[in-house]
Every structure is written in structure tokens, then in C-alpha cells.
């Protein structure tokens, strides 16, 4: 009973917002409040509550914080140059790979451009989208790009390019100053053996004139 007279003495203090509240006790003997005079009702005092403080949000998340760059999404990723089964003549072996992404690469989060060539990494993952790669030999050769992130997880991948490299024979053309020889090495040629002395010459006998007969008379 009394519990239930202070809840209904603070809901009608909290709700009627006000100062004052009054107490009375029915015919029925159970107590009454109300913020208006009643006759015979009692003036109550009510506790000094602290006004409500407005709750503040932090600025800053708290936790882990958001990863904005896995909320960056790659639609498209291609090689524009060589063309598929292109032929590329080029004695040192050297060519351009053209690229194309969309949307632009996110050079704020550090991602960066690799090209894998015939299945291994081919030079060191950049932001260009035209790089260039050296030393292929003569011969079919297959390219893909990867978009990578930081930690080296690959984003979007293009689809394989296959291109032709052609390039003249080292023995069609002199080596340049101060480089090693290269070619076809032949194999050192085996000792002769030696010969067998010559068998001593007869000595040298002059043939006799040869002496006909005089026909008879």
C-alpha cells in the first residue's frame, strides 16, 4: 500500500508538472493526490530532483573504426593495349601495358596497379596506368592486371591478354661494345691425333738411254 501511494505521488508530481501535491484519504479509506486543493487534503513535500542533462554524442565512433576504402567498389578493369593476339616487335623485349578502371583508382587508401605476366608478378605494383615490362623473350605471352589494396588483397582482376613477341635471333646482328657474346657456343674441337712418320724415299736412280737397233742394210 504504501509503495503504491509514492508511485501514484510521483506520477502526478512528474506528470502535472507540478510544485505542489495534495493528499487525502477517501471514504473508502485509501489515500488520494492530486496538484489541486482538496478539502481536508494534506500539502505534501516533494524531493528536489536534478533538471535533466541533454545526453551528448561523441563525435568520434567508439569501437573499431569504420573501413571507408571496403566500401569502395571496382566495376570495371581492362587492358586497352596490346590488343588480344596483337604482335609486338622489339629486340630488347620491351611493352607498354595500357589500362583502363572505373571508377577512378583510390590513391587516397593507397591502392595500386599489378601486372601478372604468364602467371608471375611482372615489375612493381603502381598507380600509372600505363606501365611498361622488359626482357620478354620471343613468343606467345599472356598479361592480366590486379587491383590491390595495402595488404595486398586483390580488389577487381582484368581478364587474360594474350599478345605475340617478336624479336630477331642474336645471330642475325653483332653483339654491342662491352656486352657478353651470346648465340650458339660450338663445342671445343677434339686433339688431332698424330700422324705416323713416313717411310724413308729410295734413293733417286736416273733411268739408262735406252739404246734401239740400227735397221740392216
Same mark, same amino acid.
Given at each position: 500500500?504504501?509503495?503504491?501511494?509514492?508511485?501514484?505521488?510521483?506520477?502526478?508530481?512528474?506528470?502535472?508538472?507540478?510544485?505542489d501535491?495534495?493528499?487525502?484519504?477517501?471514504?473508502?479509506?485509501? /489515500?488520494?493526490?492530486? =496538484?489541486?486543493?482538496?478539502?481536508?487534503?494534506?500539502?505534501?513535500?516533494?524531493?528536489?530532483?536534478?533538471?535533466?542533462?541533454?545526453?551528448?554524442?561523441?563525435?568520434?565512433?567508439?569501437?573499431?573504426?569504420?573501413?571507408?576504402?571496403?566500401?569502395?567498389?571496382?566495376?570495371?578493369l581492362?587492358?586497352?593495349? /596490346?590488343?588480344?593476339?596483337?604482335?609486338?616487335?622489339?629486340n630488347?623485349?620491351?611493352?607498354?601495358i595500357?589500362?583502363?578502371? =572505373?571508377? =577512378?583508382?583510390?590513391?587516397?587508401?593507397?591502392?595500386?596497379?599489378?601486372?601478372?605476366?604468364?602467371?608471375?608478378?611482372?615489375?612493381?605494383?603502381?598507380?600509372?596506368?600505363?606501365?611498361?615490362?622488359?626482357?620478354?623473350t620471343?613468343?606467345?605471352?599472356?598479361?592480366?592486371?590486379?587491383?590491390?589494396?595495402?595488404?595486398?588483397?586483390?580488389?577487381?582482376?582484368s581478364?587474360?591478354?594474350?599478345?605475340?613477341?617478336?624479336?630477331?635471333?642474336?645471330?642475325?646482328?653483332?653483339?654491342?661494345?662491352?656486352?657478353?657474346?651470346?648465340?650458339?657456343?660450338?663445342?671445343?674441337?677434339?686433339?688431332m691425333? /698424330?700422324?705416323a712418320?713416313?717411310?724413308?724415299h729410295? /734413293?733417286?736412280?736416273?733411268?739408262?738411254?735406252?739404246?734401239?737397233?740400227?735397221?740392216?742394210?
Open positions: 500500500m504504501r509503495i503504491t501511494a509514492i508511485l501514484m505521488l510521483v506520477l502526478v508530481a512528474t506528470g502535472a508538472g507540478a510544485e501535491v495534495y493528499r487525502w484519504i477517501g471514504p473508502d479509506g485509501s /489515500p488520494h493526490f492530486s =496538484d489541486q486543493p482538496y478539502p481536508g487534503a494534506v500539502r505534501v513535500p516533494l524531493p528536489k530532483f536534478p533538471p535533466a542533462q541533454p545526453r551528448r554524442y561523441s563525435q568520434e565512433p567508439t569501437g573499431k573504426s569504420i573501413n571507408k576504402s571496403a566500401f569502395y567498389v571496382y566495376k570495371r581492362d587492358i586497352i593495349g /596490346p590488343k588480344p593476339g596483337e604482335s609486338i616487335r622489339d630488347e623485349g620491351n611493352v607498354e595500357r589500362l583502363a578502371v =572505373d571508377p =577512378d583508382l583510390n590513391e587516397t587508401d593507397n591502392h595500386k596497379i599489378r601486372l601478372v605476366l604468364d602467371g608471375s608478378a611482372g615489375g612493381i605494383p603502381s598507380q600509372s596506368l600505363s606501365q611498361s615490362l622488359s626482357g620478354i620471343r613468343g606467345r605471352h599472356t598479361v592480366t592486371a590486379q587491383v590491390v589494396n595495402e595488404l595486398g588483397r586483390v580488389l577487381i582482376r581478364r587474360p591478354v594474350s599478345f605475340y613477341m617478336l624479336s630477331q635471333s642474336a645471330l642475325f646482328h653483332p653483339p654491342r661494345p662491352g656486352t657478353p657474346p651470346v648465340g650458339v657456343k660450338q663445342a671445343p674441337r677434339a686433339p691425333a /698424330p700422324r712418320p713416313r717411310a724413308p729410295a /734413293p733417286f736412280i736416273p733411268a739408262q738411254p735406252r739404246l734401239t737397233p740400227r735397221p740392216l742394210p
